[in-house]
T-cell receptor, first 113, second 119 residues
Framework: DAEITQSPRHKITETGRQVTLACHQT?????MFWYRQDLGHGLRLIHY???????NKGEVSDGYSVSRSNTEDLPLTLESAASSQTSVYFC????????????FGQGTRLTVV | AQSVAQPEDQVNVAEGNPLTVKCTYS??????LFWYVQYPNRGLQFLLK??????LVKGSYGFEAEFNKSQTSFHLKKPSALVSDSALYFC?????????????????FGTGTKLQVIP
């Protein structure tokens, strides 16, 4: 069955370190998204991609970057981790049509100490 | 800019009673509307969506939602709540109109409503 997987599921890192969260989908979806979930804020969009070599900033993109070198993967990099980036991160993918729903990964819980 | 409001942080309902989780939205044009559910330590799961057509949309697990354009609302409902329905529910909206720079508008999520069904 097609799926979307995130790794690692849990990560503890130190302030200032570079961290990369992986997202891999086998749906062959063009659209991929990264969100962070924080209490009181719901889901906030970090970055998104509509296809290979396409990346776009979301509403909370500062301190994060993504790259899309193939259809299946959209890794999220925290260039210099900060305590404010402690959160639960969700990756999602969706087919090309605007009215289609997204499929979410199980999340990565990141703690920056 | 598009936005979604879920005015209740938590909704408590007795098992067997009807439930409603509220959602209102704001978009410049016509919306695509979605409801997702999140169980503890899990990702979001799609419940139902409104694209066009009948204002009453039926989805998974007996849930339904009513699109009301004049009130810009898309409330989630279920006739008889189950304890297993206890979870976090998110409403989401996407503007149908393409971005001025091309491509689809991003999806905006509400802050979520925790549903607690009491046995």
């Amino acid at each position: 069955d097609a799926e979307i997987t995130q790794s690692p599921r849990h990560k503890i890192t130190e302030t200032g370190r570079q961290v990369t969260l992986a997202c891999h989908q086998t749906w062959n979806h063009n659209n991929m998204f990264w969100y962070r979930q924080d209490l009181g804020h719901g889901l906030r969009l970090i970055h998104y991609s509509y296809g290979v070599q396409d990346t776009n900033k979301g509403e909370v993109s500062d301190g994060y970057s993504v790259s899309r070198s193939n259809t299946e993967d959209l890794p999220l990099t925290l260039e210099s981790a900060a305590s404010s980036q402690t959160s639960v991160y969700f990756c999602a993918s969706a087919p090309g049509q605007g009215g289609t729903e997204a499929f979410f990964g199980q999340g990565t819980r990141l703690t920056v100490v | 800019a598009q936005s979604v409001a879920q005015p209740e942080d938590q909704v408590n309902v007795a098992e067997g009673n009807p439930l409603t989780v509220k959602c209102t939205y704001s978009v410049s044009g016509n919306p695509y509307l979605f409801w997702y559910v999140q169980y503890p330590n899990r990702g979001l799961q799609f419940l139902l969506k409104y694209i066009t057509g009948d204002n009453l949309v039926k989805g998974s697990y007996g849930f339904e939602a009513e699109f009301n354009k004049s009130q810009t609302s898309f409330h989630l409902k279920k006739p008889s709540a189950l304890v297993s329905d206890s979870a976090l529910y998110f409403c989401a909206v996407r503007d149908i109109a393409p971005r001025s720079s091309g491509g689809y508008q991003k999806v905006t999520f509400g802050t979520g409503t925790k549903l607690q069904v009491i046995p």
